[in-house]
């Protein structure tokens, strides 16, 4: 069995880019691996939130992990702050790592476009991203593509010490999902679905009511063709939502074509509807039984429990080859 870790963001709703391009991947490995699902809350803070906002998100997050599937019997899910490690060993990999690198990550560069400064925390992000990984000797990480980056970061950051400490840390590989089924916003299908964008109906989110799914369906950019055909890069809008209907139904891209010929949008996107709803609605089930429930703070305790146990013995290892800490 390898060991997986991934984690997400505890800032606002989990939308379908979030659940399609990581999440259900998430559900997937925990079959045939040991894995370990983190709400990285100290990865929120490298921009302003609002206290009490957060801290309801971060258990949002964590209802919405068991609400998918995940199990918290074959999984650990915690928050990440709860482990001291995270921030150890960010420390100890801040010491191996160069400005100019972190300086080049994409994110930070985008984030910090037309700023005089930026915030230190956005700027030494992917370390700590870095960290959460190599924390748990991790073998395999599931994020989306645009995540890439910084696992290369985190690869080479992890040969670095190892070659000048000696065998301190497990090289970790990226799992990504096939670019092909890429979610992308619902308003204009050339931008990735994002929590932070203005639109509130560029996305859907995994807890959105009936009337709000209809609405960003049936105003989803699309094109004056009428014709339901999957081609990504003349007809992205339409594309983009039948990658959405391919993944809540048991029909392929070349079914649904099949499915639709001679018939328009309007059908299309009505049908599309009814299979979302339907398809969101044992998430949302799930969710609203565990969000408010003593269950769900006895699961992240545990995990906090679990994944210390791993993690400390990674940190004291990594500070035996950096000769830090007192000798044993």
Known sequence: MGRVFSGVQPT??????????????????????ECIYCIVDLHAITVEQDPEELKEHILDVAALYIAIGIDPKKSIVFVQSTVPGHTELSWLLTCSSYTGELSRMTQF???????????????????????????????????????????????????????????????????????????????????????????????????????????????????????????????????NLMNIYTAFSDLSIEDIEKKYEGKGYGDFKKDLVEILVNGLAPIKQKFEEIRYSDELIEILKDGANRANAIAEKVVERTKKNMGVGLPR
Do not use: W
């Open 12 to 33: 606002g709703n989990i939308h379908l880019g979030n659940y399609l391009g990581a999440l259900k991947q998430f559900v997937e490995l925990q079959d045939d691996n």
């Open 109 to 239: 560069k985008d984030k910090g476009k037309g700023k005089e400064s930026a915030p230190t925390g956005l700027f030494m992000y992917p370390v700590l991203m870095a960290a959460d990984i190599l924390l748990y000797d991790t073998d395999i990480v599931p994020v989306g593509i645009d995540q890439k980056q910084h696992i290369e970061l985190t690869r080479d950051l992890c040969n670095r010490v190892n070659n000048k400490y000696g065998e301190t840390f497990v090289l970790p590989e990226g799992r990504y999902l096939k670019e092909g089924a890429k979610i992308m916003a619902l308003d204009d299908p050339t931008k990735k679905m994002s929590k932070s964008a203005e639109n509130e109906l560029s996305r859907i989110s995994l807890l959105d009511d009936e009337a709000k799914i209809k609405k960003a369906i049936m105003r989803a950019t699309t094109d004056s063709d009428g014709t339901i055909k999957f081609d990504q890069e003349n007809k992205p809008g339409i594309s």
